[in-house]
């Protein structure tokens, strides 16, 4: 079954069902999980310096709870948190899964339709694209 997992968090209310999935999942297989958090930052002008909304102290506290409850239900887990310019998260997420040699990839969607994704750039859409794994999308 799947007995890597690779788990892309954004910290949005969907994530706590990603985990949830994940921890799910694990437990049936007996499976190790990466919990994946990219910070998406854009690059501001000339100066080439990398912005985000987000602080570093606040994506690394968030996947290290995630880590700690998947630990505390007996599921061997792994937290990852970096930086990647934007629009390149997708590339990112399959790039680990391959590193990792994740059997599976799971990742949440807003549920935004096809076409919406499609022209708004939906991650997970990128994902299922790029993906030569099997790819689990909670909505």
Same mark, same amino acid.
């Given at each position: 079954?799947?007995?890597?997992?690779?788990?892309?968090?954004?910290h949005?209310?969907?994530? !706590?069902? $990603?985990?949830?999935? !994940?921890?799910?999942?694990?437990?049936?297989?007996?499976?190790?999980?990466w919990v994946? #958090?990219?910070?998406?930052?854009?690059?501001?002008?000339?100066?080439g310096?990398?912005?985000?909304?987000?602080?570093?102290?606040?994506a690394?506290? /968030?996947?290290?709870?995630?880590?700690?409850?998947? &630990?505390?239900?007996?599921?061997? !887990? #792994?937290? $990852? $948190?970096?930086? &990647?310019?934007?629009?390149?998260?997708?590339?990112?997420?399959?790039g680990?899964?391959?590193? #990792?040699?994740?059997?599976?990839?799971?990742?949440?969607?807003?549920g935004?339709?096809?076409? /919406?994704?499609?022209?708004?750039g939906? &991650? /997970?859409h990128?994902?299922? #694209?790029?993906?030569?794994?099997?790819?689990?999308?909670?909505?």
């Open positions: 079954m799947y007995e890597k997992i690779l788990v892309a968090v954004d949005s209310e969907i994530s !706590a069902r $990603v985990l949830d999935a !994940a921890r799910g999942l694990a437990s049936l297989s007996h499976g190790e999980v994946l #958090h990219l910070r998406e930052r854009e690059m501001m002008g000339k100066t310096l990398m912005t985000s909304s987000e602080s570093s102290d606040e690394t506290e /968030a996947v290290a709870t995630a880590v700690e409850a998947l &630990t505390q239900a007996g599921i061997k !887990a #792994h937290g $990852v $948190v970096r930086d &990647t310019g934007f629009g390149y998260a997708a590339r990112e997420i399959v680990d899964a391959r590193e #990792h040699a994740a059997d599976v990839i799971i990742m949440g969607t807003r935004r339709g096809d076409l /919406a994704g499609l022209v708004l939906s &991650t /997970a990128k994902v299922i #694209h790029l993906a030569d794994r099997p790819v689990l999308v909670v909505r």
